[in-house]
């Protein structure tokens, strides 16, 4: 059986690539990090990759600090493909994605936000629980549409705020969780029992073509 073939997109340290890529190394997601790439030329992820003998490469953003140029998510979907890439995923991907690049792999791009959606979408979501005053956090694992954080939510996890709780520590305690529900969402759609319904997704017992 064919491994489902996995694009990851990366800007900063890259934890949850590096779950990804142990996940498939063990055995405990059916797939494969086919290649890595980065709008930043310095990320650590783009070593984590190379460490972990995969293909990682920086591409040229353009211009924009929150986006790409139309062009840019042209050659990034392209290159994406080339390298034989079934589903994208964004880690810690700190641009916007639009039409050209979501047309591309549409109802293929997860990402993982670390907050429960819909609260705190955007940058900065622990920052923003803590500042309202949750009782509870956590993390959301989406697909990806046109809406900043707003895609379909496939898996949560929630965590406990302490009240000496600092943006860090909840960071911490969250990227754990992060970790764990990102894998088993990959998992999930590459046995194919994720379905779409609307704004709903469906875990199925079985694949979709086996109900």
Do not use: W
Not at 60 to 82: I, S, V
Not at 148 to 161: E, M, R, S, Y
């Amino acid at each position: 059986m064919k491994k489902l073939g996995l694009g990851v997109l990366a800007s900063g340290r890259g934890t949850n690539l590096q779950a990804i890529i142990d996940a498939c190394a063990e055995g405990r997601v059916p797939a494969v990090v086919k290649v890595v790439v980065s709008d930043v030329e310095a990320a650590l992820a783009l070593e984590r990759a190379r460490s972990a003998g995969i293909p990682a490469v920086y591409l040229d953003p353009g211009k924009f600090k929150t986006k790409l140029e139309p062009e840019r998510e042209l050659e990034y979907a392209r290159f994406l493909k080339e390298h034989g890439t079934d589903l994208v995923l964004l880690a810690g991907f700190m641009r916007v994605l639009h039409s050209d690049f979501l047309s591309a792999f549409a109802g293929r791009i997860l990402n993982v936000h670390p907050a429960l959606l819909p609260s705190f979408p955007g940058l900065h979501a622990q920052k923003q629980a803590l500042d309202r005053g949750v009782r509870f956090s956590g993390c959301t694992v989406h697909f990806v549409d046109d809406s900043v954080d707003g895609g379909p939510i496939v898996l949560q996890a929630v965590v406990p705020v302490h009240q000496d709780d600092t943006e860090e520590t909840l960071s911490t305690r969250i990227l754990k969780e992060e970790h764990r529900i990102y894998c088993e969402a990959v998992r999930l759609f590459a046995e194919g029992r994720l379905l779409v319904e609307g704004r709903k997704v469906r875990i199925l017992d079985k694949p979709a073509g086996e109900c």
